[in-house]
Nanobody
Framework: LEFVESGGGLVQPGGSLRLSCVASGFSLDLYAIAWFRQAPGKEREAVSCIARVDGYTKYADSVKGRFSISRVNANNTVFLEMNDLKPEDAATYYC?????????????????WGQGTQVTVSS
């Protein structure tokens, strides 16, 4: 069972990145998926999550209107589109999966976690 994030990198303030999270060894359509981030010296925090099939999504206040989460179950992939990036968005971003039929939650009880992808926002 593996979760692999990609798409991180260096971007200038105001720029955009699209993170991807691909699952292998299990079928993502059974899981709610979340993106978390952790900056150096700070606690890990939830950024966004998406339910398995009903389209329910949730965003942290700090990213509302700038980030968008989506999923393509057929490809076992979840995306996080990040626009208007700010220096405070710089962090390692992790995806996580939890078997849940409805909704998604901002908590740390997810079953599987990826290794993370680094996002740097700097001019």
């Amino acid at each position: 069972l593996e979760f692999v994030e990609s798409g991180g990198g260096l971007v200038q303030p105001g720029g955009s990145l699209r993170l991807s999270c691909v699952a292998s060894g299990f079928s993502l359509d059974l899981y709610a998926i979340a993106w978390f981030r952790q900056a150096p010296g700070k606690e890990r925090e939830a950024v966004s999550c998406i339910a398995r099939v009903d389209g329910y999504t949730k965003y942290a206040d700090s990213v509302k209107g700038r980030f968008s989460i989506s999923r393509v179950n057929a490809n076992n992939t979840v995306f996080l589109e990040m626009n208007d990036l700010k220096p405070e968005d710089a962090a390692t971003y992790y995806c996580a999966a939890e078997k849940r039929n409805r909704y998604c939650l901002f908590y740390f009880g997810y079953d599987f976690w990826g290794q993370g992808t680094q996002v740097t926002v700097s001019s």
